[in-house]
């Protein structure tokens, strides 16, 4: 009962200030300016208490844009470890998802999720604000409905794999 | 008091005291001189008045939806009675989001696979068909989903679609294209 209670004050804490950190693996800047424009007063992502932290120790949502280059690889690898659990990822942009035009490029692994576990995609070349906002929301909706923590702990399980540098 | 009657060591501390409170009393020539006027008082007033009526700048997204501006492109879509499978469009992706998979041309079978998570949204496919058969209309952006496999869109007949699921092309289709 009392495991219940808490575990509903965690789900209502994690859902009402879901607070960011921002990082561009390769990307163009189209996206981390959409991403900037959605947190300006006119999208105002701090309705849905996003807030972006300088740092990835003080945050829960790590906003990911571009394709994941060889040379930002461990880059990403480490800021995804340093954030505390239960940590939730959010691929933002066509190189996100897939690599993009990049993808099959030399120097580039492939999107977020060749790397790291991500928890919602958004498509677009940059997306617009309100898309990221859209995506946002299904994140949120999947943290209250519990589905994200249960996919997360699926997750924990496997050990984050290190793809060999050149192994596309 | 005469400075003179003090230990040597007060006289140097009082010495620069002095020097001190000159320095900082003297007014700097370039200092701005602020002055309020009856002006700026309004001017504030009139703000403060616009602010407490007007509405909010911030679009309530979540909420209301509004309509994307009149060119956005957004999801691609593929309209299988005008396409002759020429393949300009896979041509021209510059993302490679686009396969056409020919099963039978005279028949007009046709499977158009799509990878959303690829597209640019470019718009040069669309500029590309001669029949005119790709759009992309403006208000389908909503596309951010949970998992990646939603992200591959397949347009054609739905028999013609299970088959290339399927991995094999119908016994009776005269060619078949792989992508």
């Not at chain 2, 500029?127 to 596309?143: I, R, V």
């Not at chain 2, 299970?162 to 991995?167: E, H, N, P, T």
Request: charged fraction near 25%; include cysteine.
């Amino acid at each position: 009962m009392w495991e219940n209670v808490l575990e509903q004050i965690k789900t209502w804490a994690r859902v009402n200030s879901p607070w960011a950190i921002h990082y561009n693996s390769g990307s163009c800047n189209g996206c981390d300016i959409e991403i900037l424009a959605t947190l300006t007063p006119r999208y105002d992502a701090e309705r849905l208490g996003v807030k972006l932290q300088g740092s990835p120790r003080h945050a829960d949502v790590l906003i990911c844009t571009g394709s994941v280059t060889r040379q930002s690889r461990e880059r990403l690898i480490r800021v995804y470890e340093q954030m505390p659990e239960p940590k939730f990822v959010v691929a933002v942009g066509a190189c996100a998802l897939s690599g993009g035009v990049f993808r099959g490029c030399y120097n580039i692994m492939g999107g977020i999720d060749e790397v790291i576990p991500v928890d919602v995609f958004v498509p677009g070349c940059p997306p617009r604000p309100e898309a990221i906002l859209d995506g946002i929301v299904k994140l949120l909706t999947e943290i209250k409905t519990g589905e994200a923590l249960a996919a997360q702990a699926q997750r924990r399980r496997i050990p984050l794999s290190l793809p060999e540098m050149g192994a596309v | 008091m005469d400075i003179h009657a003090l230990p040597a060591g007060l006289q140097t501390a009082a010495r620069l005291l002095d020097q001190w409170a000159v320095e900082t009393t003297t007014p700097e020539p370039n200092r701005l001189d602020v002055r309020i006027d009856a002006t700026d008082l309004l001017a504030a007033a009139k703000g403060m008045v616009k602010a407490m009526i007007h509405r909010p700048v911030t679009q309530r997204y979540p909420f209301e939806r509004l309509a994307a501006p009149e060119r956005f492109r957004s999801k691609l879509q593929w309209n299988l009675n005008e396409c002759t499978g020429c393949g300009l469009c896979v041509k021209d992706c510059p993302a490679n989001a686009i396969d056409v998979v020919t099963l039978d041309r005279k028949a007009k079978r046709f499977v158009f696979r799509y990878h959303v998570d690829r597209c640019t949204f470019c718009g040069q496919c669309v500029a590309t068909c001669n029949k005119h058969c790709l759009s992309m209309p403006q208000d389908d952006w909503e596309l951010a989903a949970l998992n990646r496999d939603e992200f591959v869109v397949f347009y054609g007949n739905e028999a013609d679609v299970q088959s290339v699921l399927a991995g094999s092309t119908d016994p009776d289709a005269a060619t078949s294209a792989a992508p």
